[in-house]
DNA sequence: CTATCGCAGACATCTGACATCTTGGGGCGC
DNA sequence: GCGCCCCAAGATGTCAGATGTCTGCGATAG
């Protein structure tokens, strides 16, 4: 028997598997791969393609909606669907959009990351940040300094880490972090935790991150950062344990 | 109408957009973070739903696949539609395994945020890893020294950080390392570069890495597979360099 | 008590039609 | 001749209805 179509599990669903949805995901795949349709490439109309591949055109649009929300393909009303340009920061901009429904038991996973990707990026952005994006930072510590509101602070804050890590200038590693980050970003936790006594030591740290950027000091911006994402951690974990505990079954 | 429905730029395609199979995926997301829908939840059936929300079947299942697709939605054919369990690492894998449609001038860019992310992870791993993983470990590379088809090779060196990353108990780690390294693993690429000359000091790299874990040393496991990947960097860049520009257009 | 059969429910898919938006060209006025 | 406006073609967006097929569970017979 040539195709059994045995059932694979159907893991996380993609790849050509038993309906004809998955296969019609599993071909355009293919063809995207192939370099039959490029990056750019406009792709032909849905009645066309949906003939090509053998299915009608709502079962064509579901295989095309999964795509476009891989961020694969960009489906202009009125216009046509058009291969995007693929850049990493894009499929992976798209991965992390999905990110934050993730169960909050992940919230210690995610901090991990963080400990792990901001030193190794600050480092990074040490060796490539010019005057102008240090400027910027010290402008945004400044600001911190000033606001009250939790959520605007957080929001600062974030910015403040997105813009090092940007600075180093590969956008994949800023995606990935950015995947993450908005992950602990949520701010009904935050607000809950925010309390004056924040700014005291965040303020000094941020300081030393900035400190060592401007230096161009790739060992100490990576110590600076792995203490500062490492203390944020032990700050919010002694807050979370008893929290924890109140909402455990 | 009471509803104007205007159109706020369509970002990405996700939230609650123009159309109304966007505007269901976000009031479907919200229904999930909101805990209505919680993890292992089953849904009502697609007409209940489509009705709820004021759609078509055929536009809710757009909605519905989508979810799927990103990981958040499970549907068994059959039976039902249910949430998935959300675990960060289910939606990881779900759309990151797109990622090796991305456009080939983000190799440099995926190495380097394995330099940052391996050497993190490895140190990790450093003080988490069991005997029977170490084992398992130097298995592999035994086994290594011993094959000689590229693509084994290639994907039993994967497995061997795959292993150790694994080791270190973070499984959104984990995803988020894969998603990176399966991009650079891609056979086509290496198959034409691996030759016998890698082995000699990959071999010697990946017994430090190994004798750095057996130790529980973090420092020495950071370093260690720092510098692995470091020189990984550097063969692969001497070797693609030229080949870039001779399939330069 | 167990194993098998059958039915109800749920997803899978198709056919066909209509609505709406984008785009580009033709007609009109200047 | 040049520029603006309008409209028609094409593409996606959405819907309605109908039928196939599989899963899961209860009923029934051994």
């Keep these: 028997m040539p195709t059994k179509r045995e059932r694979p599990g159907r893991g996380d669903g993609n790849g050509a598997g038993g309906s004809v949805v998955d296969e019609a995901i599993g071909r355009l795949r293919k063809r995207i791969e192939s370099g039959e349709f490029a990056p750019g490439h406009r792709l032909p109309p849905e009645a066309v393609l949906a003939a090509e591949l053998e299915l009608s055109r709502p079962s064509l649009r579901e295989a095309v909606r999964a795509l476009a929300m891989a961020g694969v393909l960009d489906v202009r009303r009125g216009d046509g669907t058009f291969v995007t340009d693929l850049h990493p920061e894009r499929l992976l901009s798209a991965l992390g959009s999905f990110l934050d429904l993730a169960q909050d038991t992940g919230l210690e996973e995610m901090l991990e990351c963080r400990k792990v990707l901001e030193p190794g990026a600050t480092a990074l952005a040490a060796t490539r940040i010019d005057d102008a994006a240090l400027d910027g930072l010290l402008e945004r510590i400044e600001r911190m300094r000033t606001l009250q509101d939790p959520e605007e602070l957080v929001r600062e804050d974030l910015a403040f880490h997105a813009d090092i890590v940007a600075a180093a200038g590969n956008r994949t590693l800023s995606s990935l972090v950015s995947s993450v980050t908005q992950r602990t970003a949520r701010a009904r936790i935050w607000r809950a935790l925010v309390k004056s006594d924040v700014l ?7 300081m030393d991150i900035y400190a060592a950027l401007r230096a161009r000091d790739s060992l100490a911006a990576f110590t600076a950062a ?5 203390d944020v951690e032990l700050w919010v974990r002694e807050r979370l344990d008893p929290l924890r505990e109140r909402t455990e079954r």
């Design 200 to 206: 005291s030591w965040t303020h000094q740290q941020h």
């Design 226 to 230: 792995g203490r500062h994402v490492g």
